[in-house]
Nanobody, 119 residues
Framework: QVQLVESGGGLVQPGGSLRLSCAGSGLTLDYYAIGWFRQAPGKEREGVSCIGSNDGTTYYTDSVKGRFTISRDNAKNTVYLQMNSLKPEDTAVYYC????????????WGQGTQVTVSS
């Protein structure tokens, strides 16, 4: 059974940090591009970051550049999203997805993890 499981969300004050994890089972994440998406209440889902499968090229939406870092740990079959200098507007449910490329739709999705940035 193929699964992506996100973890690491929570409540953090503005300026704080969180590290989200996307763990794969039943699939080898290194063979896929892995994207992080988020959806805030009343808003459309947006792509936050992606790491390619072949050369590990990384992409970030403008609002998180310089604050978020995506990375892989192939030994743990896990992709991380390190989020620093968090802002209230980063509050959302964060999802990871695995697909053939960063420009493609995800074939597999996790269940999401809530990130709340509030004082």
């Amino acid at each position: 059974q193929v699964q992506l499981v996100e973890s690491g969300g929570g409540l953090v004050q503005p300026g704080g940090s969180l590290r989200l994890s996307c763990a794969g089972s039943g699939l080898t994440l290194d063979y896929y591009a892995i994207g992080w998406f988020r959806q805030a209440p009343g808003k459309e889902r947006e792509g936050v970051s992606c790491i390619g499968s072949n050369d590990g090229t990384t992409y970030y939406t403008d609002s998180v550049k310089g604050r978020f870092t995506i990375s892989r740990d192939n030994a743990k079959n896990t992709v991380y999203l390190q989020m620093n200098s968090l802002k209230p507007e980063d509050t959302a449910v964060y999802y990871c997805a695995a697909g053939p490329g960063c420009a493609d739709d995800g074939d597999y999705w996790g269940q999401g993890t809530q990130v709340t940035v509030s004082s």
